[in-house]
């Protein structure tokens, strides 16, 4: 069965504060992504990558970085925590190619006070 | 740029009723479609998707969803609403030439009295 896991279900961290967010997927897909999920605004793309060590900003990326060392593994980074930036957070990765659907993690809820 | 708008963001309909959701996208090509569903406090699922094949497309729990190009829509039905539908959906857009990013609507909320 088809597996996308994220590191933690709910988070919460001082302003500030550097948070790592782990994704998982066990499917050999070429693209991962990160997305942020906030009422009334749907998904918003944080930054994908289709391919070990490469990555390219989505339509959010400001405050946030990532890691991808391993294909199975991609990373979300804030590197300072703001309190703007309390939200859900969604990893998915799916095959190349766009007609291939994107498989989610659970989803992270980060609170930032 | 591509777009996806869901009209309304909640909708209510009764047990046994037909669901109706609504999703228009704009593209300057032939686009791919997917409408997924998220239960609380779960990621997203795929429901159904449109790759070109057929215009009408059936997916899962008894959902389907037809595609109109004269009308830029991909509108999610169900005949018959049942309690476990209730959901958030989102409907979302893929640009053959994006190499799979999705572009997503702002979701639709359906409740489902009984």
């Known amino acids: 069965d088809v597996k996308v896991t994220q590191s933690s279900r709910y988070l919460v961290k001082r302003t500030g504060e550097k948070v790592f967010l782990e994704c998982v997927q066990d499917m050999d897909h070429e693209n991962m992504f990160w997305y942020r999920q906030d009422p009334g605004l749907g998904l918003r793309l944080i930054y994908f990558s289709y391919d070990v060590k490469m990555k390219e900003k989505g339509d959010i990326p400001e405050g946030y970085s990532v890691s991808r060392e391993k294909k199975e593994r991609f990373s979300l980074i804030l590197e300072s925590a703001s309190t703007n930036q309390t939200s859900m957070y969604l990893c998915a990765s799916s095959l190349a190619g766009a007609l291939y659907e994107q498989y989610f993690g659970p989803g992270t809820r980060l609170t930032v006070t | 740029a591509q777009s996806v708008t869901q009209l309304g963001s909640h909708v209510s309909v009764s047990e046994g009723a037909l669901v109706l959701l609504r999703c228009n996208y704009s593209s300057s090509v032939p686009p791919y479609l997917f409408w997924y569903v998220q239960y609380p406090n779960q990621g997203l699922q795929l429901l159904l998707k449109?790759?070109?094949?057929?215009?009408l497309v059936k997916g899962i729990n008894g959902f389907e969803a037809e595609f109109k190009k004269s009308e830029t829509s991909f509108h999610l039905t169900k005949p018959s609403a049942h309690m476990s539908d209730a959901a958030e959906y989102f409907c979302?857009?893929?640009?053959?030439?994006?190499?799979?990013?999705?572009?997503f609507g702002q979701g639709t909320e359906l409740s489902v009295k009984p």
């Open positions: 979302a857009v893929s640009d053959p030439g994006q190499g799979g990013k999705l572009i």
């Open positions: 449109y790759t070109s094949a057929a215009t």
